[in-house]
């Protein structure tokens, strides 16, 4: 794993050049992208290059890793909303070269599907991934098994909890996600993962020092040949 360590504007602002240097050599170059606080800054800087006509994604194409079970793209909380807002309404990507997977899937096979479509766009070049307080990368929780794909989850208790502010209530935080699985992001071509703050850094710890692990599901990115973290100094404050 190649670490990046600095303030959360400079490691964006780097993680973002990696777009400039990969659309520069691959214009249709296949994006695997995350929702969350953590790629604000990074979304930013993407839309301010786009505007300078730094980076141009106009025929580039986008996957995220997640989105809720129940939630279409017109709730504020769902993660098409999230990256519409956030992301794609900033920059020049074509509307129906973004995919997010689909909120209404029945079951896991039909879930998979979206491995499908991935591996027909060419598989993602590179895949950038934020981290969950328990190690979870998109919405795969501890535990999740190494060889999973495109599935769905029973959201845990905690992460209903932790998710319940941006809702009126807990009762109405969705109960279940679809969510890359850890094969389906380990199969891309190269990663990125960032994280910023003090509440990140004993699991970094974990994720970087310890032996690759499924209860620590980032921790398998030890075994990817091509990851870099982009990290703050307090992310990376119990590195030693
Ligand atoms: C987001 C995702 C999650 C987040 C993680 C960190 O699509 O899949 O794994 O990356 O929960 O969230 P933040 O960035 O809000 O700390």
Known sequence: MKLIIGSKEDVSAQAAQRYVELLGKKPDAVLGLATGSTPLALYAELARL???GKVSFA???????????????????????????????????????????????????????YDAEIDAAGGIDLQLLGIGNNGHIGFNEPLTPFTSVTHIVKLTDSTREANKRFFSSLDEVPTHAVTMGIHTVMKARSIMLLAFGE?????????????????????????????????????????S
């Open 59 to 113: 025929r580039a194409k986008s996957y995220n890793l997640d989105e809720y079970i129940g939630l279409d793209g017109s709730h504020d909380q769902s993660y098409r909303y999230f990256m519409d807002h956030n992301l794609f309404q900033h920059i020049d990507i074509k509307p129906e070269n973004t995919h997010v997977p689909s909120g209404f899937v029945k079951d896991d096979e039909e879930a998979a599907r």
């Open 199 to 239: 509440g990140k850094a004993e699991i970094i710890k974990k994720t970087v020092q310890g032996r690759p692990d499924t209860a620590v599901p980032a921790s398998l990115l030890q075994l990817h040949e091509d990851v870099t973290l982009y990290l703050d100094e307090a992310a990376a404050s119990k590195l």
């Open 50 to 52: 786009c505007a300078e």
